[in-house]
């Protein structure tokens, strides 16, 4: 497939996008019809609000995820604490311990990846290692009933006003993910990255820049499909 349209102003312009491309010229695969190797870029990730009205995104529990990241606890009683139930697709990831590895905030605080990242933005401005890991191939055997959909996000400090469209230095952040479904998926995944962009932006003192987004596999579930 070719000229696929990698450039948004924010993330409800690409979900609108993204969900018509797939009903009409995705492949059958699996129990999904699925898009490969998609890149795209939003250039404004703090307009995180998706206003589709068959979607019904609902921002107060993006905001709940977002916070049970922020609190490293993988158990989704802590999610549950936070938005007052825990939703079934979690319910159906926990392990016997009712921990989920796919709690991204968990895994970034492990071996205080996102610490490292800021100390190496703020010491090394031009570094390509600001980056974090979460999908490990090392750790399958731990992924029996959740694995983490994403492989990994990086940062890059960005002075040149010429790369930035700004006067003053941004962050951009690269996001790379194996699979990604659309539906609940990319919803709630771009707040809460978009949110973890903005974190890591302020610790440095820097404004937000643009949010790059890239899926080996972005797909909808069949029952998704024409809504």
């Known amino acids: 497939m070719t000229n696929i349209k990698n450039n948004f102003k924010n993330a409800d312009d690409a979900y609108d996008y993204f969900y018509s491309l797939i009903s009409t010229d995705g492949s059958y695969y699996g129990d999904t019809k699925a898009l490969f190797n998609v890149g795209f870029y939003i250039n404004d990730p703090l307009d995180?609000?998706?206003?589709?009205?068959?979607?019904?995104?609902?921002?107060?529990?993006?905001?709940?995820?977002?916070?049970?990241?922020?609190?490293?606890?993988?158990?989704?009683?802590?999610?549950?604490?936070?938005?007052?139930?825990?939703?079934?697709?979690?319910?159906?990831?926990?392990?016997?311990?009712?921990?989920?590895?796919?709690?991204?905030?968990?895994?970034?605080?492990?071996?205080?990846?996102?610490?490292?990242?800021?100390?190496?933005?703020?010491?090394?401005?031009?570094?390509?290692?600001?980056?974090?890991?979460?999908?490990?191939?090392?750790?399958?055997?731990?992924?029996?009933?959740?694995?983490?959909?994403?492989?990994?996000?990086?940062?890059?400090?960005?002075?040149?006003?010429?790369?930035?469209?700004?006067?003053?230095?941004?962050?951009?952040?690269?996001?790379?993910m194996r699979s990604n479904d659309l539906w609940y998926g990319f919803c709630n995944d771009q707040y809460c990255f978009a949110q973890l962009q903005k974190l890591v932006a302020k610790r440095l003192s820097v404004e937000v820049g643009t949010y790059y987004h890239f899926a080996t596999n972005l797909h909808l579930y069949n029952d998704k499909l024409n809504k």
């Open 48 to 176: 995180m609000e998706i206003t589709n009205k068959s979607r019904a995104w609902n921002r107060e529990y993006a905001e709940a995820e977002w916070q049970w990241y922020l609190s490293g606890d993988p158990s989704i009683d802590k999610l549950g604490e936070i938005y007052g139930k825990v939703p079934l697709i979690w319910e159906n990831m926990a392990d016997s311990d009712r921990n989920c590895r796919s709690n991204y905030g968990w895994q970034w605080n492990r071996n205080y990846q996102i610490d490292k990242v800021v100390a190496k933005l703020s010491t090394h401005k031009d570094t390509r290692q600001a980056a974090i890991s979460i999908y490990d191939g090392k750790e399958i055997d731990t992924y029996a009933k959740d694995t983490p959909c994403t492989y990994g996000i990086q940062f890059t400090l960005l002075y040149d006003q010429k790369l930035t469209g700004r006067q003053n230095p941004a962050l951009n952040m690269t996001v790379l």
